[in-house]
């Protein structure tokens, strides 16, 4: 739809530890008259633009959506001096950063809904424990309650590739080599099994994977080298443990072939008071782009209170 409203701005953002300020883009697809929903992209540091089929929801349901990209990534402030860092790039970081995006829109008051997508997800979840003023529904997609059973998941997923593909996946891993080219054929294969089962990539997508080849700061400080080596400063990350203080409504979705198991996302369901979990049974861990007219069904219904109707 070419005559979408379409509104692109910049924010200033004061993250904690940085010497001066920085800033956030976003852009918003249609008017604030209704209640937004926020897309918290995944990464971290993937940028928001692979989260463009959400635009649907404005299309079907005259939902607004507003994207933006994270600190670190696209075109927001880079930090690229904070490698390693763990003291800077932590969910406090990025939860301080949405704060300030919900108090600019001055959306408190009519209200906002989160659909976080992979890490977009836990930050949406770890936001939610804290009760902010204003949100009213959650989506989590693809999203793992807890680290450790996600790292477990990946590493059983990775069990079952062919055996020369987890073979040198397994010996590029033991030598820490992660840019060889015979790794990075490997990795495809899960990739194309567990992360996207359209190939090639949707463009957006593969943007996505050149946002962290840009700048992998944020991603190798918190996640790690790897889908399969997690041994950043989120690799014991339990979000679930407090996830009986999220009020908002809550629906969870994640694909059958997800590295994003159910055994990673049955934590949340198993905690959250308010909750729902839908599984999309032809897709991986895009799932919006997999089965995109089942998810953005499964969204707006959601949203607009007729899921059970």
Known sequence: MADRPTLEGEISFQAPGAAEPGKTWYKIIGKLES??????????????????????????HGIPIIFYDQVGCGRSTHYRE?????????FDLFIEELDNLVDHLELRQKGFYILGQSWGGMLGAAYAT?????????????????????????????????????????????KGDFESPEYQAASLVFYKRHFCRIYPFPEPI????????????????????????????????EGWKGAHNIKAETLLLNGRYDEAMDSCIEPWFKTIPKVKWAILENSAHMTHWEERERFMQLCGAFLTDSLNK
Request: negative net charge; charged residues 20%; hydrophobic residues 35%.
């Open 82 to 90: 904070r490698m390693g860092d763990g003291s800077f790039w932590t």
């Open 35 to 60: 209640t937004p929903l926020i897309a918290l992209h995944g990464g971290p540091g993937t940028g928001y633009e692979y989260m463009d089929p959400l635009i649907d929801l404005y299309d079907k």
């Open 206 to 237: 593969q943007i996505g994977f050149k946002n962290l080849e840009d700048d992998p700061t944020a991603y190798l400080t918190m996640q790690g080298p790897s889908e399969f080596v997690i041994n950043g400063t989120f690799k014991d990350w």
């Open 130 to 174: 804290r009760c902010p003023r204003g949100l009213k529904k959650l989506i989590l997609a693809g999203s793992p309650a807890s680290i450790p059973l996600y790292a477990k998941a990946a590493n059983y997923l990775l069990s079952q590739l062919p055996p020369d593909v987890r073979d040198t996946l397994q010996e590029c891993i033991e």
